[in-house]
Structure formats: structure tokens, C-alpha cells
């Protein structure tokens, strides 16, 4: 059963363009993450939000930017993409049970910056 | 810097056989580890984790190994089936500390019918 909604599927653009990715979760969870998964399908975490607090930020270039409107929601922002931005960007939440955290993913989307 | 690492990076075997996937960590901080599974154009899941007081943890098919002192361990599919066919990551963690998973380099497995 999905919970974690991520749109679009795919997007295609040209280099210098700004572009928007949207991520929802109706689990009720409080941390939501975004990931970059590569052509080697390398995971990379980018960003962290719990609760509409940034808590964590990688290294990620500027030009990238998490936007939350509510727990519940939590979009990417890149506000001039290159061409090393080309890969899956995954959002998840998630839940700790004691100590252990488990990530529920959505399905990502796929960016192509040609 | 790979704080967690797999192999092999790709793994084929036929259906019914036992399909070995090794991951190992540097970070004796690490006692948390649950492996994900992921299939071609869908997110990561959840598929079996283990923490670090045991050695062995077990559901279905699948079965983690632990060996603490080595700083390893594996996933063993048994009776492996073309359904199994996925790319598998190891991740890690301390369990207390509110730390996010680092996530190994994974192991696709592809199993031929």
C-alpha cells in the first residue's frame, strides 16, 4: 500500500532550468528525508526534516532546496539544474520503533538533464 | 569515504539455489543494520534487519549472519525465486542517537527460472 507520493514520475530538461519535486506521506510521520539514488544506484541522503526543522544537510550544492509546508510534505527544489543532477531523487518518512528507524520510500522520480 | 560496503555488485543465481550477499562496516558504533530491498522503478523497502546483540535473525527465506568482531555479515535467500530478482542494501547505524542510515553500495541479485 503506498503512503509515500512523490510526483512527477519523470522529468526531462535542459541545463539552467529550476524544477520542483513534490513528496507527501500519510503515515503520520514526523522525519521526512530526501535521497539521490545514482546511475550505480548509489543512496545518497540530501536532506532531512523533521517536523518542518532542518536536521540534517549533507553536502549538497546550493542550488539545491527542501520546501515544507506541513509535516506531511516535503518538496525539492533546484534552482539551476547540471548535468551531474541526473538521477532518481527518493523521498521517504519515517518511523522509529525504540531505536530503529525505518525509512518508507515513495517510488522517486527520475530527472534527466540533458 | 564508503562506511558500508557490499558485494559482490551483482549476483546471479538460478531458482532454488541460496543466494550469499556480504556487507561489512567500519564504524563499531554501528549496531543497528536493516537490509532494504528495491525493485526496478519503485522506492527501497524494508526487508529484514538484526541488531547487534544478535547473531542471526531469520524471517521466511531470508536469514541475516552477524559477526561482530569482524564487522560483518550477511543475507542468505534461500529457495531463491524470480519474484526475489532486486537490488539489496545493507545499512547501519547506531541503534540510540537518532542517527540517519547509511546505506551500503548494494548487490543486485537476478534469479534465472
Known amino acids: 500500500e503506498t503512503a509515500v507520493f512523490q510526483t512527477p514520475n519523470y522529468h526531462v530538461t535542459q541545463v539552467g532550468n529550476e524544477v520542483s519535486f513534490n513528496c507527501k506521506q500519510t503515515?503520520?510521520?514526523?522525519?521526512m528525508y530526501w535521497y539521490k539514488q545514482d546511475s550505480k544506484k548509489l543512496l545518497k541522503i540530501m536532506f532531512s526534516?523533521?517536523?518542518?526543522?532542518?536536521?540534517v544537510n549533507e553536502t549538497v550544492p546550493r542550488r539545491f532546496s527542501p520546501q515544507s509546508s506541513d509535516k506531511a510534505h516535503l518538496n525539492l527544489r533546484i534552482k539551476s539544474v547540471e548535468p551531474e543532477d541526473s538521477a532518481v531523487y527518493l523521498c521517504?518518512?519515517?518511523?522509529?520503533?525504540?531505536?530503529?528507524?525505518?525509512?518508507?520510500f515513495g517510488s522517486g522520480t527520475r530527472l534527466t538533464v540533458l | 569515504q564508503q562506511q558500508v560496503r557490499q558485494s559482490p555488485q551483482s549476483l546471479t543465481v538460478w531458482e532454488g539455489e541460496t543466494a550469499i550477499l556480504n556487507c561489512s562496516y567500519e564504524?563499531?558504533?554501528?549496531?543497528?543494520f536493516p537490509w532494504y530491498q528495491q525493485f526496478p522503478g519503485e522506492g527501497p523497502a524494508l526487508l529484514i534487519s538484526?541488531?547487534?546483540?544478535?547473531d542471526k535473525k531469520e524471517d521466511g527465506r531470508f536469514t541475516i549472519f552477524f559477526n561482530k568482531r569482524e564487522k560483518k555479515l550477511s543475507l542468505h535467500i534461500a529457495d531463491s525465486q524470480p519474484g526475489d530478482s532486486a537490488t539489496y542494501f545493507c545499512?547501519?547505524?547506531?541503534?540510540?542517537?537518532?542517527?540517519?542510515?547509511?546505506f551500503g553500495t548494494g548487490t543486485t541479485v537476478s534469479v534465472s527460472p
Open positions: 564504524n563499531s558504533a554501528f549496531d543497528y
Open positions: 538484526i541488531l547487534s546483540v544478535s
Open positions: 503515515l503520520g510521520h514526523d522525519t
Open positions: 526534516y523533521n517536523n518542518k526543522q532542518l536536521i
Open positions: 521517504a518518512s519515517s518511523s522509529r520503533d525504540w531505536g530503529a528507524e525505518t525509512l518508507y
Open positions: 545499512a547501519a547505524t547506531p541503534y540510540q542517537g537518532g542517527r540517519a542510515l547509511i
